[in-house]
Structure formats: C-alpha cells, structure tokens
C-alpha cells in the first residue's frame, strides 16, 4: 500500500470525488501531519508552531461544517499505533460528519473557505482525506 500525503488534491482526484453519485451523508476521515512551523506566504506569525495555524483553520471550518448542518464528530492528537506500519504517523485526526456530497463541494468552493484556507496552507505539512459512509457493513 502506498500513502502519500497531500495539502491540496489533483484536478483528477477533484473530479472523480465531486463526480461520485449523491448518496447522503458521509463522515470525512482526516488524517492530519502539520509543519514544524507555520509558513505564511506573507511571512506573518513566524512564531506559531503547523499545528497553531491549522487550529486556526479548524475553529473556522467547525462553523462551516455546522452552519451546512453537519458536525465534527472527533478531533484529537495521535499518540500511538498498535497495528501496522508506516514511515512516519500523522499529528491528528479529525472526523467531520456532512449531510452530502454537494453540501460539501458548496462548502470547499465558498468565499467563506477560500478566506480560511491560508492557515490551512500554512500549517499542514500534507494529509489524507478519506470519505466513509455510516451504517454500512463490509
């Protein structure tokens, strides 16, 4: 299995995500790697650590994510693994329950995202993004 993180996704991953059938809500699995230090393209809050600047982020997409009905069911730091193997660990994890798929586009491609999405920038050093569907068996 390969992982490779990302702070932004390819137009090809954009258009087979958003090109996906409507089918209801879906909790989007985060998993989280942050910067050593928050790099601002202007330069600004030098001082902050990756992780300060995303909880920048994090508090604004939070009302986001409600003001479209949906919820952050979980968010907290990885302190350990039990079971497999991978290079390096992500820093969190963080579960953000959206009523559907084209509630969640309209969210991404929002004014109100695009004014938070620095800080995002500034502290991710990558991540993954996984869509999961509640209540289905295997």
Do not use: C
Not at 63 to 70: A, I, M, R
């Amino acid at each position: 299995m390969k992982v490779e993180n990302a702070v932004f996704p390819g137009p090809q991953q954009i258009m087979e995500f958003f090109g996906a059938p409507e089918d209801g809500p879906f909790v989007m699995v985060n998993l989280l790697k942050f910067k050593e230090k928050a790099e601002y393209e202007d330069g600004s809050d030098a001082h902050l650590t990756g992780a300060e600047a995303y909880a920048r982020y994090g508090e604004e997409v939070s009302k986001l994510v409600e003001g479209l009905g949906g919820r952050i069911r979980f968010s907290g730091r990885v302190t350990g693994l039990l079971l497999g193997e991978v290079d390096e660990l992500w820093d969190a994890v963080a579960l953000a329950e959206y009523p559907s798929l084209e509630s969640f586009r309209n969210m991404a491609m929002s004014p109100e995202m695009h004014a938070i999405e620095h800080h995002r920038k500034a502290g991710l050093a990558g991540q993954l993004n996984i869509r999961t569907k509640p209540g289905e068996g295997f």
